[in-house]
């Protein structure tokens, strides 16, 4: 039973690009949530999503950041006009119901680098 | 505002020694509380958890006591072995949004032998 897969695990974009980071969660796990760790930082809460639905977004910047979660394929984190300040890890978890009661599980990351 | 402070960046132990990991939090509303432990280029693993109605819980070498009155939780690792040597994050959560965890920015810990 594969883990929460995250790729690609290191990500170049030159500032202005578009960045986007793929999540599948692990088998059996309709829930999904990503973090972002700044260097020097803990990691902090971006979005939650289940499928086809946005729950709670509140973390995400207001501007050039999207999430989905189809029916079908993996959770895509989208990043517009990449800036420097998004540098960052990109971590999803999964977990099978709402909450970390139920065994939130985190992928390896998306380590994002802008030029 | 940070609401979850683990005010010591790093924590150096002997081999065998007991390894104790502090976290502080500001929220009143949290009432479940997380330690993970993350390794380089990995994601963090979760190691143990306590809901606010305990003071203490206990798996294998890990214990977590939670102090609510002055809002201190801390990880106690007996005995700490090389393996355990990570950053550990303290992380929080509060029963109308359990979803959403709150961390604090880590400790390293290493461990000699």
């Known amino acids: 039973n594969a883990g929460v897969m995250q790729n690609p695990r290191h990500l170049v974009r030159r500032r202005g690009q578009e960045a986007r980071l793929r999540c599948s969660p692990m088998k059996g796990h309709s829930h999904v949530y990503w973090y972002r760790q700044l260097p020097e930082e803990g990691l902090k809460f971006m979005v939650y999503l289940q499928k086809e639905n946005i729950i709670d977004e509140s973390g995400m910047p207001k501007e050039r950041f999207s999430a989905e979660f189809p029916k079908e394929g993996p959770s895509i984190l989208r990043i517009q006009q990449v800036v420097r300040g998004d540098s960052a890890a990109y971590f999803c978890?999964?977990?099978?119901?709402?909450?970390?009661?139920?065994?939130?599980?985190f992928g390896s990351g998306t380590r994002l680098t802008v030029v | 505002d940070q609401q979850v402070k683990q005010n010591s960046p790093s924590l150096s132990v002997q081999e065998g020694r007991i390894s104790i990991l502090n976290c502080d939090y500001t929220n009143s509303m949290f009432d479940y509380f997380l330690w993970y432990k993350k390794y380089p280029a990995e994601g963090p693993t979760f190691l143990i958890s306590i809901s606010s109605i305990k003071d203490k819980n206990e798996d294998g070498r890990f214990t977590v006591f939670l102090n609510k009155s002055a809002k201190h939780l801390s990880l106690h690792i007996v005995p700490s072995q090389p393996g355990d040597s990570a950053v550990y994050f303290c992380?929080?959560?509060?029963?109308?949004?359990?979803?959403?965890?709150?961390f604090g920015k880590g400790t390293l810990l290493t461990v000699n032998p």
């Open positions: 978890a999964s977990s099978p119901g709402s909450g970390t009661n139920y065994g939130y599980t």
């Open positions: 992380a929080a959560s509060t029963g109308g949004s359990n979803y959403k965890l709150t």
